[in-house]
């Protein structure tokens, strides 16, 4: 089946037909970031405090940095095991909305088999996308070097050619992570891992899926930065100023379970939280649809509730 570029925007048919799902989604994303936080705060909070004050602590012992990471490293394992399984849970529930409706249980919503297998996707395809990521970088250093000897005669040809060939070199590795984009999809539509079958299933589509995901990763942007500025517009009116907003976004205080959870950290938890939910609606959204297309095995998508 021939792929469209209206795959990009699948998510948004979501939000429009199932818009109490993706605010469960949203709900159970935000949960999961009430909790993270209180684990931070609890397990955590005088030594992330510590280590976020480091730098403007006069005569600071460097080895100190490594005694509060060993202090944050029992709650950062706790919070990367909740994000794995969390975002397994939300990411199959949209799949599954749309590859094998009516099953799952509220808003899709399920704990089983396939969330188990794509946390191990996720965590196969990070390990997989790690190593490409340090060939391809160190491919692309040795062109460059080579083109840089260019330089010795024309210092002009060789600035252009090692223009062209980083720009090149972003586009290629856009293109191959398009085509290797419905990996978690393909996954889970065939109830089986499979790392690599992503790139036999794209062949010949992977501009029209790059052009796809620029397109919705713009979408995306200018909702986050509406969204956002909003919030910090808020943020400028309750706490009197440009320099404590930015502060309280970017760092807030995890010393205590008062410091923390403020009017402001709150309205900004929430805010996110529900914000997820709608994007993962548009990501996975859009990997479901061209799988559908793509794959003899997607079916039409019906509403969830």
Avoid: H
């Amino acid at each position: 089946m021939k792929l469209s570029i209206d795959f990009a925007f699948a998510g948004i048919e979501i939000i429009k037909k199932n818009p109490l799902a993706v605010l469960v989604w949203g709900l159970v994303y935000l949960a999961v970031s009430v909790v993270s936080s209180l684990v931070l705060v609890v397990m955590a909070g005088p030594a992330l405090t510590a280590l976020q004050n480091y730098r403007t602590t006069p005569d600071a012992d460097p080895m100190q940095v490594f005694g509060y990471m060993g202090n944050l490293a029992p709650a950062y394992l706790i919070l990367i095991v909740l994000g794995l399984v969390v975002a397994a849970i939300i990411q199959c529930a949209v799949f599954r909305s749309q590859l094998q409706p009516g099953e799952g249980g509220f808003a899709s919503l399920k704990l089983g088999g396939d969330e188990l297998r794509q946390i191990a996707v996720g965590i196969l395809w990070a390990l997989a996308f790690f190593l490409f990521y340090i060939v391809f970088g160190i491919a692309l250093a040795i062109l460059i070097g080579i083109v840089s000897i260019v330089g010795q005669f024309s210092e002009i040809v060789a600035g252009i050619l090692i223009f062209l060939l980083v720009v090149g070199g972003i586009g290629a590795f856009l293109y191959i992570i398009s085509r290797w984009s419905l990996a978690a999809v393909q996954s889970f539509a065939e109830k089986k891992i499979n790392i690599f079958g992503s790139f036999k299933l794209t062949k010949g589509q992977g501009w029209k899926l790059l052009g796809g995901y620029l397109l919705l990763g713009l979408v995306m942007i200018v909702i986050a930065i509406i969204v956002y500025c909003l919030i910090f517009a808020l943020m400028i009116g309750t706490s009197g100023g440009w320099t404590q907003a930015i502060t309280q976004m970017s760092r807030p205080d995890f010393s205590s379970l008062s410091a923390l959870l403020t009017p402001i950290y709150l309205v900004q938890t929430l805010v996110s939280g529900l914000l997820m939910g709608g994007f993962y609606a548009l990501i996975y959204g859009a990997s479901a649809a061209a799988y559908r297309a793509l794959s003899d095995k997607g079916t039409q998508s019906v509403d969830v509730f």
